[in-house]
């Protein structure tokens, strides 16, 4: 995970100039931009966080054949993970959010549809896979 942290590491010195440059410069000309201040420095906070979290889980499982000079493609054979089949849940998430955004422009009541919504379409996430033997 070296050449990952590296590249978030990159990102996070890029993010320390920009950001109060950015600030500066927006100052100067006159009017202040706030909400692009905001957003590059919670940008520079993202990556912190990406970066701490690739430090501490590269410290936690080790090296990776893809971070040593002498691995080999055939260390990281065999399955890569749960690939779930197609689902129809993440359809009604975004209809959830959708209502729960439009809600704020044509009436709070659809946003409370899209709450109802979305807590159905979290249960569908949490429960999806819960069949056969594990059937409830």
């Not at 100067?28 to 957003?39: A, K, L, S």
């Not at 940008?43 to 410290?59: A, H, K, P």
């Not at 399955?79 to 993440?90: D, E, H, M, R, T």
Request: glycine share 12%.
């Amino acid at each position: 995970m070296k050449t990952e942290a590296k590249i978030f590491l990159f990102l996070i010195a890029f993010f320390v100039v920009v950001t109060p440059a950015y600030a500066v410069i927006t100052w100067q000309m006159g009017h202040f931009e706030v909400i692009g201040t905001t957003v590059l420095a919670l940008t520079l906070l993202f990556c912190l966080m990406v970066w701490g979290l690739l430090i501490v889980t590269g410290r936690t499982v080790g090296m990776r054949p893809e971070d040593r000079k002498d691995g080999e493609i055939v260390e990281n054979a065999g399955a890569l993970g749960f690939f779930p089949p197609s689902s129809i849940v993440p359809f009604w998430s975004t209809v959830a959010i959708t209502a729960m955004l439009l809600g704020a422009v044509y009436g709070w009541w659809i946003s409370l549809l899209g709450v109802g919504l979305g807590i159905w379409a979290a249960c569908g996430w949490a429960y999806e896979f819960y069949t056969g033997d594990y059937k409830h």
